[in-house]
């Protein structure tokens, strides 16, 4: 027997609209409830295209994307040590050079056997024939000489002291032949006055004694 048969009409109508309320609130507050579950990640930006960093070089390249330059290892060292690379060679070269105002071929011969492809002769830096080369070879000893016996010498004496070592810039300053040192004319012992003193030479004023007018 249905159920509708043992109730009133009015009956009947009120249940079934209660039951379609309760439906309803039921299904509203499924979709008021909070989210539980937690949002699917999302993806990590991909990172910027662009050069390589210095970092990630590969071997051989330098900054910028361009081929290292390689030197060979040095030969006929005398008085540089005898276990320095290519590299560390052409370094100490560059500030020879430097110092002095002057480029490779003055120390060192061109091997007219040996052409570049732009037909001009490579230098032939083992080749001992330019007085200029041995003359480096003496003067680097000089220099290596100062700085072991009497720089270091100095410094020990005065701790205050720069215990600045002595380079081939040290003289040369630029100049393939040192410039001669011209001592400025002074006026006098202990240089020119300070600015309002006395001439150089004169006595100064006794204790109490007014100034000239």
Excluded: W
Aim: proline share 14%; aromatic share 2%.
């Amino acid at each position: 027997m249905k159920l509708t048969s043992l109730l009133s009409p009015a009956a009947a109508v009120a249940l079934l609209t209660a039951a379609v309320l309760a439906a309803t609130t039921g299904v509203q507050a499924t979709q008021d409830q909070p989210q539980t579950t937690a949002p699917t990640a999302q993806a990590a930006p991909a990172p910027p295209t662009g050069g390589a960093p210095a970092q990630n070089m590969p071997p051989g390249m330098a900054p910028g994307g361009r081929p290292m330059r390689s030197y060979p290892a040095p030969t006929n060292l005398q008085v540089l040590p005898k276990n320095l690379t290519g590299q560390q060679v052409h370094e100490i070269m560059e500030g020879f050079a430097g110092s002095l105002g002057v480029h490779c071929d003055f120390c060192h011969a061109a091997d007219p056997k040996n052409l570049m492809p732009n037909g001009r002769p490579r230098l032939n830096f083992a080749d001992d024939s330019k007085d200029d080369k041995k003359i480096a070879r003496i003067m680097l000893t000089m220099t290596q000489q100062i700085n072991a016996d009497y720089i270091s010498k100095a410094s020990a004496m005065d701790p205050d002291a720069m215990g600045m070592k002595v380079t081939c810039g040290t003289c040369h300053r630029g100049h393939e032949m040192p410039e001669e040192f011209v001592i400025p004319k002074e006026q006098g012992p202990g240089g020119p006055p300070p600015a309002g003193g006395p001439p150089n030479g004169a006595a100064p004023p006794a204790a109490g004694t007014p100034p000239a007018h």
